[in-house]
């Protein structure tokens, strides 16, 4: 009888590691790849973000950045936000006028997104926007270029 040989276990163990490794590294970069990046301050559209929440009075105040790099100033501007509870469902529409937006300015707004507490407010969505218009008064797509984040804690999506 031989006695126990460890070497081809430890070989067999640091095979194991190292595979490990490689199909980690490689997930890590197939989830980068596929990952969309969010939108920098130099490519055109316009850029919203909600930066905070917080109670005032008894009414759940939203905080917004907004950067318009649409390459025009919006005059008219006025969306409709879906407000979803912290089990998905659906709280309130509410109707944001937001306007003027000038070209390749950043904005802060500050709107009541809803009577009581922020902490029941677990989603916050650009359901549409009602008029987005430049300075001349054409119409403008704003949908399409709109890049939205949060920093609240609280989802923001389109």
Request: aromatic share 4%; proline share 5%.
């Amino acid at each position: 009888m031989q006695p126990n040989n460890p070497v081809p276990a430890k070989r067999a163990a640091g095979k194991i590691r190292s595979v490990r490794q490689a199909v980690a590294c490689a997930l890590a970069v197939l989830a980068l790849a596929v990952t969309p990046l969010p939108a920098t301050a130099g490519d055109p559209g316009l850029h919203m973000e909600l930066n905070k929440v917080e109670d005032v009075d008894g009414r759940c105040h939203g905080l917004f950045v907004i950067r318009n790099t649409l390459g025009q100033s919006l005059d008219r501007f006025a969306m409709e936000l879906i407000l979803f509870s912290q089990d998905g469902a659906i709280k309130q529409s509410i109707l944001v006028d937001v306007a003027p937006l000038p070209d390749d300015k950043t904005t802060v707004a500050r709107f009541v997104l809803s009577e009581g507490k922020c902490a029941g407010l677990g989603r916050v969505l650009v359901n549409k926007f009602l008029v987005c218009a430049s300075n001349s008064g054409a119409k403008v797509d704003c949908l399409s270029g709109l890049d939205v984040s949060s920093r609240a804690g609280i989802e923001f999506f389109k």
